[in-house]
């Protein structure tokens, strides 16, 4: 007599400890083996978008913040790229300069966030608090540089709120001086854990097809072998001047584009910022931060793309202007969103546990996907 | 010890319930409200943290005041819930723990029973643990708890057979299941501890340590398993299953659950210690016998018997805060694949080496 068996339908979400904010999975299980991922998205809508239309240039810059909040500079930076490009706007080189350390500290920041998150999915609780603490000093720059630690309004269109705290350049070599000893600490603890490997080597992976075809890019990308990084390939602000390497995976531990390969390319990205900002830090030049902000925007009719590489990938504004003080229409390319997508083509057939370790991997924030 | 109450009580009933409250009282939830404390300050230390502060003296009332949280806390049980399954598995979860101790030999006085067939009841007894954990994921009509009670009833299973070839080495060479007996066996020193081939001096003993060294280190892995520690937590595993069996339990009946966690490790590293460490000899003489005190004697193997386990728990914490978890088809290939084979083939070669 056969035994009459059913596939389990389960909910993940959205409130679950592992799903990264409030992202809701359908999972169809068959025993513990997923056959089918459906992402429900859309608990954390703003309608960023919309209210664009309703509000000026200068004053969309701190809702950029509030869209991917672990990389709030990042965002901020791109839309000021996308502005500059609109209006025409030639920004000081110390402004650029700034801007390029903030962006780089702000990646660290994050890849911190996604590698101390994604040991906790695995079950290593401890690396997860050794990133917080070393994030915690990043958040203390950046409060010594606008006050806020975590939705800044800094980078504006044309310029910087303000200039840099006077300690900041010495506080900011302390840190990679601190910082470094700490990777690798981690790195000893939890990257080239046997177990660590164990769980993601081989899971999760994402073919460098599939990855082109869905519109993935940033770490996720890289980690399937593609060099593809907007500060090398489409360099923007004053990326071209600094020497640093675009890290791939290489399969190293298991197949070319498995999640550990994406979480490796994230600890060498750490590493490659520093370098930038090491540099940067070193060819800091005098001037004045304010002198391009613009006292009013208002574009001529046209429509503009700006995309800068975002700890995520790459984020992108596509903005209408009407000629008016607000815009017609912002759209945002957000990269986590993109990356969502592969999630049900990467867990097909593995077990629940493996979903969890894929969706750290792709280490994706919702307030992006949402808006 | 069920002797000492008797002539005091004159009661067969009385001593007998006096025998089972009494570690219990003396010792579980003492250990527990201790443990607790130990690994939340191991995890804060482990991870640049200083852990609870605020209640006591670095924090050392924090347990209690968690304790007196957890009895007022609202016991929930939901609609659909199998009310009587689901009130009755941590009573058998606890039991199965709780009723591990009553043959562990704290000292040569103080064994709550001192039966012959020691070690098969405790094996016996904390299997009862699965029927409980299968009840609480069955009873919470919830299909986290169902993931994680299946794969707990898998690991254990799994785990209990390693142990059990283990166990059996040291019974061929012992040829007792007394865990009293065996602790005396290996009085003297610490070489003459059973990891140390046991006592005496003989070819036999030194052939037997590195396969002494192997079975130790099999127990320890799967008695990890049979608590569900890291890195096999996977039934609690809460960054997929919220918190697995018990993720529909709150108030006591948590606490419940909790204790018998707590309970359970040091339970498991009874066995280990009892087995593999001299139980509770101490491995550098008496100060008993240097002053010509025996009345301390017992005392002092106390002390060593508690100092061993607790050493081992703090290993286990120390694993738990360091290592990630395996996956479930992971743990069991560790098992399957890996322990049971060296298991038994250090079995037989311990077999062939007793009968030389």
Redesign the interface.
Known sequence: MAIRTEE?V?NMGPQ???THGVLRLELTLEG?IVTNVIPHIGYLHRCFEKHCEAMTYPQIVPYTDRMDYLASMSNEFGYAVAMEKLLGIEVPERVQYIRVIMAELQRIASHLVALGTY????????PF??CF?DREKILNLFEITCGARLLYNYIWVGGLSHDIHPDFVRKTREFIKEFRPNLKETND??TH?R??I??TANVGILPIETAINFGVSGPNLRGSGMKWDIRKDDPYSVYHKFDFDIPVGDGRNGTVGDSWDRYFVRVQEMEESLKIIEQALDQLPEGDVTSAIPKRIKPVVGNVYGRVENPRGELGYFIISDGSTSPYRVKVRAPSFVSMQVLNELCKGH??????AILGSIDIVLGEIDR | MFDLFYKLTGSEIVSGVIISLLPLFLFILPFALFAVLLERKVSAHMQDRLGPMRVGYHGIFQTIADILKLIQKEDIVAKDNDKFLFNLAPIIVFTGSYAAFAVIPFSSYFIGSNINLGIFYIVAITSLAVVGILMAGWASNNKYSLLGSMRSVAQIISYEIPTILVILSIVMITGTMNLNTLSEMQTGYFWNWLIFGGPGLSLTKFLLIPFMFIGFLIIYISTLAEVNRTPFDIPEAESELVSGYHTEYSGMKFAMFFLSEYANMFAVSAIVVALFLGGYQSPVGYLGDLFNAPWLIPIEQFFWFTVKGVSFVFVQMWLRWTLPRLRVDQLMTTSWKYLIPIAFFNLIIIGIITLL
């Open positions: 389990m389960l679950h400890p592992s513990e040991g906790a999915d695995i079950g290593a609780f401890t608090l050794f603490r603890l939890l854990n177990i660590f164990d769980r077990m629940v546990a493996d979903v969890v």
